[in-house]
């Protein structure tokens, strides 16, 4: 059974900056693709961050230049630096494990009041 448990996020105002995480219990992390995806209410889930295996990253056009994914392997953990943070950002997110028909957490929710 694969688990994701994600933490961080919470209130942050805006320009400020927070860090998620999230946990893996898989065996070799390392193969697997991750991303960070978030839902705001009445909107869709959307790709936020991803990661490869070999430390490839894209991101979403909205949170280019301010967040930033990685992964630590040993860990079993990935990160999502979200820095200068903006009210469009409140959501709640949710880690990925091997794409959308994989695994997912139970997400976290950010909030960045306007």
Known sequence: QVQLVESGGGLVQPGES???SCVVSVSFFSMW??????????KQRELVAAI???GN???????????TVSRDNAKRTV?????????????????NAGGVDAYWGQGTQVTVPS
Do not use: H, I
């Open 33 to 42: 693709m991750m991303g960070w995806y978030r839902q705001a209410p009445g």
């Open 57 to 67: 990253t894209n991101y979403a056009d909205s949170v280019k230049g301010r967040f």
């Open 79 to 95: 990160y999502l630096q979200m820095n200068n943070l903006e009210p469009a950002d409140t959501a709640v997110y949710y880690c």
């Open 18 to 20: 927070t860090r998620l």
């Open 52 to 54: 490869d295996t070999v």
